[in-house]
């Protein structure tokens, strides 16, 4: 009798480990597919989708992505990703897009010790003091001082005026270290001028500008606003030269900004023109099949994230998110879509920089930045 | 700060306060009539520009066709609004019929984010509304010139059917007493729709121009001038229409004159908008334009 309940049993582990092994691996998505940014979400859902096409399963597991709109809000990012912890019980999380969001979102993930991974969060707070928050981006204080570079020497500008938006950690930070690197080369700020986030009318902004007659201006701001702001910069007779940050790279910056965002410059993650990886060249391949559509910076940036993440679940050998942690801060020459990354012990990769501009109404690939 | 600067900010204020006053003159209307605040309101505009947007880009109708289905559209749906969600609370205590206007304000965002999707679309511009005078350094879009010919011309068409017609006497009739009206065999019912229809009507119009000017489609286009029109609809004096187009040039022109003088303060634009707005609220509680209090 003995035996036989002994034997059962037995058998009941062995179900039980089995149903655990088929189990997926749940990680989490938490992501702007509404609101200000939400040409971000979509596309970096689109690129997470199409990346667990290509690489649907780890440790024999499949994956499974859950997915939370954070409607562009910090509050919201902040809900989605308690949600995702408490109710999805996921081992990792990708997210957010924007640092305002990524900021407000990592509180909790840095609590419960699961490891995040942000694909396009620029801000250096986002990874700051953390230890389970990375990203696959760089760093603004790195942007800013490129964009500084790039006005002073190949746009030969000596004077500048600022615009951006004054409730956007991103923004905020990109506009001061722009300013702190363009005046100790030598240039100077003319003017400073700033706005809110759902803001439509820029017009005393631009008017102001025009009066003092820089020779670039600098808006590290997102799309919307800044093909608005070039819009009425144009139709006010402002055609100084517009230098903008990687939040510029959105289709809706050349569908809302038509021929007025001809010739703006913009320091960016990534352009499928510089894809040199053999994981880029067939996430390239499968994007164009799967969604008809060219693959975009926010994309293949969120798939890297994805992708990081699998790497470090398959070396750590287990869904535990300490290990997945620890596998994510060792992550060596990854061979990415956007490139190869190497994640420093502060959170952030060592990754090159691409420098675009918009001609005939598509994003152009100028030059890339080697760390 | 040379003149031609100020002018030209007194241009931009005043383009700025039009769209504003245009969209506060329908919230006004329906809130003296029903005393309701239809927070729905900002949203219509939303809806409106969709239809004009869609009418233009997908269907390729000329823009005059387009605009017109947009109002027509706009404005039936302002009926529908109204039957559908304020007339079954008619009776109820107000504050249900408020909380109902905010609920409809929400559903109308969500279907445009289920249905149309969160990703900004661009509002196209036919080309009688582009290009502009250049007077030396002054610049005067032919977009500015048309919202303050239209804005001029609604309200006096509105201010004629208030006070000159039939149905103008009935509203105002029933903004003073609802009950009695009833009695004496208004059909209230015809009068609050042709409320809304006007309203609805003027959100259409004050959508489609605010996307021309600042041409971005979203689902939450609507809040923001819904709620700056709200603040100009209580500044005037809330119920009067002359009372909210005043009130909404006045907000236009504030906004941009503080940015414009005091660029640092840019960031504060909302927040002294909002601070005139307590201010007058303060000391005339009414509005500039409202009626007295009875004592």
């Known amino acids: 009798m003995l035996k036989l309940v002994s034997m059962l049993s037995l058998l009941c582990l062995g179900f039980a480990a089995a149903s655990w092994a088929s189990q997926p691996i749940v990680i989490g998505a938490y992501l702007p597919m509404t609101g200000g940014v939400a040409s971000y979400g979509q596309m970096a859902w689109s690129g997470i989708t199409v990346a667990k096409k290509m690489e649907p399963d780890v440790l024999g597991r499949t994956v499974d992505v859950r997915l939370v709109d954070t409607k562009s809000d910090k509050v919201d990012a902040a809900n989605a990703v308690s949600r995702l912890i408490e109710r999805d019980k996921v081992v990792a999380i990708i997210g957010e897009m924007i640092s305002g969001n990524t900021i407000a979102g ?4 840095e609590r419960s010790a699961i490891p995040m991974v942000s694909p396009t969060a620029t801000n250096p ?7 389970y928050i990375f990203r696959v981006c760089f760093i603004d204080p790195d942007q800013g001082r490129i964009a500084a570079k790039l006005a002073k020497d190949q746009l030969g500008a000596k004077t500048a005026a600022l615009i951006y938006d004054i409730s956007q950690d991103y923004c905020v930070a990109l506009a001061s270290f722009f300013k702190n690197e363009f005046t100790a080369l030598g240039g100077k700020i003319l003017a400073e001028t700033k706005f809110k986030t759902g803001d439509r009318d820029f017009t005393p902004q631009v008017s102001r500008i025009k009066s003092v007659n820089p020779d670039i201006i600098y808006a590290p701001i997102y799309y919307t606003e800044c093909a608005l702001i070039a819009k009425q910069a144009r139709e006010m007779g402002l055609n100084k030269p517009i230098l ?7 289709p809706e910056l050349l569908s809302l900004g038509g021929s007025a965002v001809e010739d703006v410059y913009f320091t960016a993650h990534f352009h499928k023109d510089m894809i040199n990886t053999t994981r880029g060249k067939k996430f390239l391949e499968q994007y164009k099949k799967e969604t008809g559509k060219e693959l975009d910076a926010f994309s293949a940036m969120a798939a890297d994230a994805y992708f990081i993440i699998l790497d470090a679940i398959k070396r750590a050998g287990s869904d535990d998110s300490k290990k997945i942690r620890e596998a994510l801060a060792t992550t060596k020459d990854f061979e990415g879509v956007t490139g190869a990354i190497t994640i420093k012990p502060d959170g952030n990769p060592i990754k090159a920089m691409v420098v675009n501009k918009v001609k005939d109404g ?3 690939y100028v030059t890339t930045i080697k760390p | 700060m040379d003149t031609a600067f100020v002018i030209q900010q007194l241009i931009f204020g005043i383009t700025l306060g039009c769209l504003y006053s245009l969209i506060a003159i329908g919230y006004t209307m329906v809130y003296g009539v029903i005393r309701l605040i239809n927070f729905a309101h900002g949203d219509l505009l939303m809806v409106a520009a969709y239809i004009g947007f869609f009418g233009i880009v997908i269907y390729h109708l000329p823009w005059p066709v387009a605009f017109g289905i947009s109002i027509l559209l706009t404005a039936a749906l302002g009926i529908l609004i109204d039957r559908g969600a304020y007339k079954p609370l008619r009776d109820s205590p107000r504050i249900s019929a408020l909380i109902t206007a905010i609920g409809v304000s929400f559903l109308l965002e969500n279907l445009g984010i289920v249905i149309i999707g969160g990703r900004p679309k661009s509002f196209p511009r036919p080309s009688l509304f582009e290009g502009d005078l250049q007077f030396d350094q002054l610049i005067l879009p032919y977009l500015s010139l048309w ?4 804005t001029v011309m609604l309200l006096t068409l ?29 059909d209230v019912d015809r009068v609050i729709s042709f409320t809304f229809v006007l309203g609805s009507s003027l959100a259409a ?9 600042y041409p971005a489609v979203e689902p939450f286009m609507g809040v923001i001038p819904g709620l700056k029109a709200f603040v100009a609809a209580v500044l005037g004096g809330i119920g009067s229409v002359s009372g909210a187009a005043l009130g909404g040039l006045l907000l236009g022109l504030a906004e941009v004159l503080i940015v414009a003088i005091q660029p640092e303060w840019s960031g504060y634009r909302d927040a002294v908008a909002f601070t005139i707005l307590i201010a007058i609220l303060l000391t005339r509680p009414t509005g500039i334009m409202g009626e007295e209090l009875p004592k």
Do not use: P, Y
């Not at chain 2, 000159?164 to 029933?174: D, E, I, S, Y």
């Open chain 1, 125 to 131: 707070i986002v990874t700051q003091n953390k230890k």
């Open chain 1, 362 to 364: 598509a994003f152009v």
């Open chain 1, 106 to 109: 990592s509180d909790h993930a």
């Open chain 2, 158 to 186: 509105v201010l004629l059917i208030v006070h000159r017609t039939r149905v103008g006497m009935a509203m105002r009739a029933l903004s003073r007493d609802f009950e009695t009206v009833r009695l004496m065999g208004v």
């Open chain 2, 147 to 150: 919202v303050l010919g239209i």
């Open chain 1, 244 to 250: 903008t940050g990687d939040g510029a790279q959105a």
């Open chain 2, 205 to 213: 119009v004050g959508g489609i121009f605010w996307c021309m000017k």
